[in-house]
């Protein structure tokens, strides 16, 4: 069965740090891979998106994401963090009916 | 880039009545669009993927006849939640793929229903 892992389902950081948001699928699950953010009460926004190519992939707000075969990771990275970046974290997988979700991480980020 | 337009953002009923939830691509047709559903502090889960033309097919343990699917156009898909129960309240959300390709999904902003 496809799934997708969010290893963290908060994590705290404070404003200006690196953060790292962690992101694991099954080998099952087609190397198409996805971060999206959500915002309260709002849809999902894509960050940034994996198909094929360089593995490390650059998206909005900063944000950065490795895809990773061998260890099939799909980490999103940010350098420094702001106060605006706190919100839900999904990982996807897949494609259209296919696309599987990971559980999100919710990113809280602290003055 | 490709946008989706999802109405109403909240509604509240009453228990026992119907409440409809379009789903518009707005610069783009969408010959198949995706409900999810989406729980407080849960991820998403996909409920139906809808067809322009054509039956909705819908994932396992969702019932056809409680959440009724209609893509009567390539840029329009509607929810119709059924004699609304309390049990389903929740966060609904459309997502169609745009310009991108099949490949990358763009979301609506979701619709908060609130059954009374």
């Known amino acids: 069965a496809q799934s997708v892992t969010q290893l963290d389902s908060q994590v705290p950081v404070f404003e200006e740090a690196p953060v790292e948001l962690r992101c694991n699928y099954s080998?099952?699950?087609?190397?198409?891979l996805f971060w999206y953010v959500q915002y309260p009460n709002q849809g999902l926004q894509l960050l940034l998106k994996y198909l094929s190519g360089s593995t490390l992939v650059k998206g909005i707000n900063g944000f950065e994401a490795e895809f990773n075969k061998s260890q099939t990771s799909f980490h999103l990275r940010k350098p420094s963090v702001h106060i605006s970046d706190t919100a839900e974290y999904f990982c996807a997988g897949g494609a259209g009916n296919m696309l599987t979700f990971g559980g999100g991480t919710r990113l809280m980020v602290k003055p | 880039g490709a946008v989706v337009s999802q109405h109403p953002s909240r509604v509240i009923c009453k228990s026992g009545t119907s409440v409809k939830i379009e789903c518009r691509s707005l610069?783009?047709?969408?010959?198949?669009m995706f409900w999810y559903r989406q729980f407080p502090k849960q991820s998403l889960m996909l409920m139906a993927t809808?067809?322009?033309?054509?039956?909705?097919?819908?994932e396992q343990g969702v019932e056809k006849d409680k959440f009724l699917i209609n893509h009567a156009s390539l840029t329009l898909s509607t929810l119709t939640v059924t004699s609304a129960h309390p049990e389903d309240s929740s966060f609904y959300i459309c997502s169609a793929a745009g310009d991108s390709g099949a490949n990358v999904l763009t979301f609506g902003a979701g619709s908060r229903l609130t059954v009374l």
């Open positions: 080998s099952s699950v087609s190397v198409y």
């Open positions: 809808s067809n322009e033309g054509s039956k909705a097919t819908y």
């Open positions: 610069d783009f047709q969408a010959t198949t």
